[in-house]
């Protein structure tokens, strides 16, 4: 079973040795897996700095997970050989908040490299390879979106660097960047204080030593808090060379309005 690079990913195929601990250090995570007959043995705990930026991976690994970790214990048939590690993204909108706010003229328009945190979907390779679970790099916040409290949407709050830059990004091995595009049809300047990014309608992808999601637009007509939402799996803003990791988890079929610049509640 070939162990991926640990210089640039850490997913896919480890093999793991019966009854010891291997252990995975993804940016804030720190996750160990366990087998034995039956049974993983699964440990994790994130560490409060988000943008943590660690690598390393240890199967087996020296020691075990701190009393501080959470622990499950998943039961499974026969022995297992193997761990699969796979990225995947949030399972609800992301709000994200510029850490300065941005603002754009009427009649212009901009691509935004937005980051957000991913998760780790851990399956087990014996028989019939069941998926055990799904761990957060890091948990986003809970935060509402809408217009008041019985209108809306539960979401995950999150902070942004939003370079209109890809090479001012930076690469963080546990968070996604998606290519934004957005263009001001308004007759008045457009301030991005947050923006509801819809992570769950898009794929998952690996270029360039990064991880990526589908590109998306917001086209911005009258009023504030909606924009025209679409798409785009072939941006410009992607790279070429892309490899696919994950399908979206509810994708969109066409154009749609959606509220995206404000209504947090």
Known sequence: MAKPDEQSRWWGEFDTPADQWCNWQIGPLSLWARPS???????????PDRLLDRLAIATPAEGEPGEDFDTTRYAVSGTAPGLRLT??????????????????????????YVGTSVWVRLESLGQGEPRLTDIPVFR???????SNTRIGEL????????????????RVPHRAVTPVE????GADTLHILQLRIPVPALGLF????????????????????????EIDSA????????????AAQEPFTQKSVIEVFSGLF
Not at 155 to 170: E, F, N, V, W
Not at 206 to 229: K, S
């Open 37 to 47: 007959d039956g049974e993983w043995r699964v440990a994790w705990f994130s560490e």
């Open 206 to 229: 690996e270029a360039d030593q990064r991880l990526w999601t589908d590109g998306i637009r917001f086209t911005r007509e009258d009023g504030v808090t909606t924009a025209e939402f």
């Open 235 to 246: 941006a410009t803003h992607l790279p070429d060379d892309r490899t696919a990791l994950a």
């Open 182 to 185: 957005l263009t001001n049809n």
């Open 140 to 146: 986003p916040s809970d935060t509402w979106f809408g």
């Open 155 to 170: 979401c995950y709050a999150s902070r942004t660097k939003a370079r209109t830059r890809i090479d001012l990004l930076g």
């Open 87 to 112: 990225p995947r993204l949030a399972d609800l909108p992301v709000v994200v908040r510029p850490e300065t706010p941005l603002a754009i003229p009427p009649g212009q328009n901009t691509v935004l």
